[in-house]
């Protein structure tokens, strides 16, 4: 199985990229978070998922292994394609989705183009528990910012204070939206006057 290639970045869309290592050019699907972080690169590495089928191979490319991991879980969703999770990668940022899928925010995720109520709520209902519980990646990541240290210190003071990861990621998203770089000592008082 092939886990990442690296090489040079022969061509490179909104959609797609050719990656050449070694003399082959690899055609890889991505999305526009990948196509964003590898703009402007002459060389490349990204993260592979393989997919295999009767009648064709495709290569789907991650410009990390998060982004990489979120996809499989999306197409782990009965009903919920390869397509379909690209068009969300593309359409949401990996933190936008573990937000509206932790939050149940299904108008959020029913915005990406082919996505209906049913598929959303089917999302919802399958992976919230697997992503506060920080399935396929820490949880963490649903806080990707500048100010991961303070959220790491935050989630451990309050974990060893009694509470579970599931309250705290319930609880530091909001306090990040009204306060987007805090101490850690006023995110921990604000989250426990809303735990």
Do not use: W
């Amino acid at each position: 199985m092939i886990d990442y290639i690296k090489g040079t970045v022969a061509e490179l869309t909104p959609t797609d990229l050719t990656l050449e290592c070694g003399g082959i050019g690899y055609h890889i699907l991505i999305s526009l978070q990948t196509f964003e972080a590898l703009r402007g690169n002459a060389d490349a590495k990204v993260f592979i998922h393989h997919s295999l089928r009767e009648d064709e191979e495709l290569y789907y490319g991650f410009a990390t292994k998060d982004e990489r991991e979120l996809f499989r879980l999306l197409i782990s969703v009965s009903g919920i394609g390869a397509a379909s999770a690209r068009m969300m990668l593309s359409s949401l940022t990996s933190e936008e989705i573990r937000t509206a899928i932790i939050s149940e925010n299904v108008a959020r995720i029913k915005s990406v183009k082919g996505i209906g109520v049913k598929s959303a709520q089917r999302i919802i209902l399958e992976l919230k528990d697997k992503i506060v519980k920080g399935s396929g990646s820490d949880s963490t990541v649903i806080f990707q910012n500048p100010s991961n240290a303070i959220i790491d210190e935050a989630t451990n003071a309050l974990v060893m204070l009694g509470f579970s990861k599931a309250q705290i990621t319930k609880v530091l998203p909001a306090l990040l939206k009204e306060n987007p770089t805090p101490r850690v000592e006023d995110l921990i008082k604000s989250a426990l006057k809303r735990l």
